[in-house]
């Protein structure tokens, strides 16, 4: 369905009754690969939540809005779905990546409005030059034909860890599909003048007393892992978990556990 925010059309899509979770996908890709690894867990509960599956302006379905130059506006845009969606409730948020990056931009903004978080592969710090970043690795398990899709499984190399033909099914089924999808020169503009908050520092600086899982792949060469501890650190309800052999894409190199950890995030919100 879509909903006009600011004069521009944002695709969703609401899944179930009950506990409202916002799901924020990462940059250039689509609700896709927040649905599948989402869905899959809830179908394990009989939990009473609400999955609310976003497409960023300018990527998936959701138009582009020209007056959105930076992630201040593109979060002017989320909060305004928020009011219009969710309206007073309480809520949950599931970020990945530049969706994490939003997500805690919308508790920093939002303070109180959340009940709990959970991230993985999150975007902490918006310039790439300033992460830490492990070596990226894969480990090939399977020979591959990309037949047409030479760049993507280029992409699919350099983010992933497993390589089996599954792993890259659901990587042109989840990502792929998605990114064809984006508005290319939106992307690009956003990317080299606006993909930070101009408020980063003060709030990765603020205390982060939400309840949070975060969850990251030791040879993530993306967006690394180290800084992400920063957010749990000082949490008392936070959890930081590190899984081995998993990538940008953890959840797809390492579906088991990521499907654990997130059906605890359930359990204890319930």
Known sequence: MFIEIDGHQIYYEIIGQGTPVLCLHGYGVDHRIMKHPIESVVAQTDYSYSRIYIDLPGMGRSEVNPAIINADDMLDVLMKFIRKVIKKQQFLIIGNSYGAYLSNGVNYKMDGCINGM?????????????????????????????????????????????????????????????????????????????????????????????????????????????????????????????????????????????????????KIHQ
Request: with cysteine; proline share 3%; net charge negative.
């Open 118 to 266: 959970f991230f993985f592969c999150p975007v902490i710090i918006a310039d790439s030059e300033k992460r830490k970043l492990p070596v990226h690795q894969h480990i090939l398990l399977e020979d591959i034909q990309p037949d047409d899709h030479q760049k993507e499984f280029k992409e699919f190399l350099n983010t992933n860890v497993i390589i089996t033909r599954k792993n890259w099914q659901r990587y042109l089924d989840e990502l792929v599909t998605g990114m064809t999808l984006a508005d290319n020169e939106f992307k690009k503009r956003y990317f080299d003048d606006g993909y930070s908050f101009s408020f980063e520092r003060q709030m990765l600086a603020a205390r982060h007393d939400c309840p949070m899982t975060v969850l990251v792949g030791r040879q993530d060469s993306t967006v690394g892992y180290d800084d992400a501890y920063n957010l749990v650190k000082d949490n008392e309800s936070g959890s930081f978990i590190l899984l081995d052999e998993a990538g940008h894409n953890l959840q797809i190199d390492q579906p088991k556990l990521f499907d654990a950890h997130l059906l605890h995030f359930f």
